[in-house]
């Protein structure tokens, strides 16, 4: 059981159950809150750090996957417990066209709402959440730290949810 | 504990739409997914040369495109490109070319390029400006993201991907690996 360390008084966020809701900074002066996106899918997107000395990290792939999510009408959110102007810094360096998300006051509150923080680290495991229209998890991975999960079991998660919806 | 339940797999086989060096009955397939303006894959390029000079005629080789368009602004008419050669019959030399030059992937370069390599560069030109072969670097990508390309360059050995370092020695040995494990299946 990977997930047994998660204290009884922490909400699990496991497939079927309500995603926990939560307001955070995504700029100095603007905030989301996932209450906000109910209606469209979305995916939350937790990993470490921005700054991730790669060209091909998390969330630059992402980046470049987000007309595939735009498919879906699914609205992406990754989230860390980085600050907001070190996102802004981050999201300017490597073009992102989509949120980041500060989880950083209180620290991690919201990745440890999710059962994905990681105390010793001090940061969020890499965790792909997908909620459905009507706010309810429907899908969780957890990656191994060191290795960035990709796109593909989201969009397979994503179908998933258009299936049950009667979609094409 | 089930860290790595499942093993990531290609989502679409190598087929004869794929730029492959190599035969079809090669033992193993190596699959990269690159960008052409990506330094780990201008760090990966002579570490391929090098395997498949040491496997010879039991390495197939097959390059797809992933370019990362947000972070390197040259990659996509780089990958349109190569395709652009490829239809003039020199994919690989222009995929030779393009890791070779990575510093310098202006249009004008890439036509310039297909001129040194003896194409109809008008023509070429005419395809980056069109983005003929737009369509055909999306799939690619598609097929990527579908696969689990997590990045670049991402490889795969007979269809599974290669999550463990890519340089010479560890990939070489999975190779020499998915060879054996080929010729016992076989």
């Given at each position: 059981?990977?997930?047994?360390?998660?204290?009884?008084?922490?909400?699990?966020?496991?497939?079927?159950?309500?995603?926990?809701?939560?307001?955070?900074?995504?700029?100095?002066?603007?905030?989301?809150?996932?209450?906000?996106?109910?209606?469209?899918?979305v995916i939350l997107a937790f990993y470490p750090a921005d700054w991730s000395p790669v060209c091909g990290d998390q969330m630059a792939?992402?980046?470049?996957?987000?007309?595939?999510?735009?498919?879906?009408?699914?609205?992406?959110?990754g989230i860390s417990v980085d600050g907001v102007?070190?996102?802004?810094?981050?999201?300017?360096?490597?073009?992102?066209?989509?949120?980041?998300?500060?989880?950083?006051?209180?620290?991690?509150?919201?990745?440890?709402?999710?059962?994905v923080y990681r105390g010793a680290d001090g940061t969020s495991?890499?965790?792909?959440?997908?909620?459905?229209?009507?706010?309810?998890?429907?899908?969780?991975?957890?990656?191994?730290?060191?290795?960035n999960p990709g796109a593909d079991g989201i969009l397979r998660a994503l179908a998933a949810l258009n299936l049950k919806a009667g979609a094409p | 504990m089930t860290k790595r339940r499942d093993r990531v797999v290609l989502a679409v086989p190598v087929g004869a739409a794929d730029h492959a060096l190599g035969a079809a009955q090669a033992p193993v397939t190596l699959v990269e997914y690159g960008d052409f303006e990506c330094p780990h894959c201008r760090q990966a390029y002579p570490i391929v040369k090098e395997l498949q000079r040491r496997m010879g005629a039991r390495l197939r080789?097959?390059?797809r495109h992933f370019p990362l368009t947000q972070v390197h602004a040259h990659a996509e008419h780089a990958a349109e490109a190569a395709e652009a050669?490829?239809?003039?019959?020199?994919?690989?030399?222009?995929?030779?070319?393009?890791?070779?030059?990575?510093?310098?992937?202006?249009?004008?370069?890439?036509?310039?390029?297909?001129?040194?390599?003896?194409?109809?560069?008008?023509?070429?030109?005419?395809?980056?400006?069109a983005h003929t072969y737009e369509p055909r670097v999306r799939e690619d990508f598609s097929s990527g993201v579908r696969s689990g390309v997590n990045g670049t360059p991402t490889f795969f050995v007979n269809?599974?991907?290669?999550?463990?370092?890519?340089?010479?020695?560890?990939?070489?040995?999975?190779?020499?690996?998915?060879?054996?494990q080929g010729a016992e299946v076989g």
């Open positions: 059981m990977p997930y047994a360390t998660a204290r009884a008084s922490e909400q699990l966020a496991l497939p079927g159950t309500r995603a926990p809701d939560f307001t955070l900074h995504r700029t100095p002066d603007q905030t989301v809150s996932l209450r906000d996106l109910r209606g469209r899918p792939l992402y980046n470049e996957v987000l007309p595939e999510f735009a498919r879906y009408d699914a609205a992406l959110l102007w070190c996102h802004q810094a981050f999201a300017e360096n490597r073009r992102l066209h989509f949120p980041l998300l500060a989880d950083f006051e209180p620290k991690g509150a919201v990745a440890q709402r999710y059962g495991d890499r965790a792909l959440f997908v909620i459905d229209p009507e706010g309810i998890i429907r899908w969780r991975y957890v990656s191994p730290i060191a290795v | 080789f097959v390059f050669a490829g239809a003039q019959g020199k994919f690989w030399e222009m995929h030779d070319r393009l890791f070779e030059r990575q510093f310098a992937l202006e249009d004008d370069q890439l036509v310039e390029y297909a001129q040194e390599l003896g194409l109809d560069a008008s023509r070429v030109a005419r395809d980056l400006a269809g599974i991907r290669h999550d463990a370092a890519w340089d010479l020695e560890p990939l070489a040995a999975a190779l020499e690996r998915a060879a054996q």
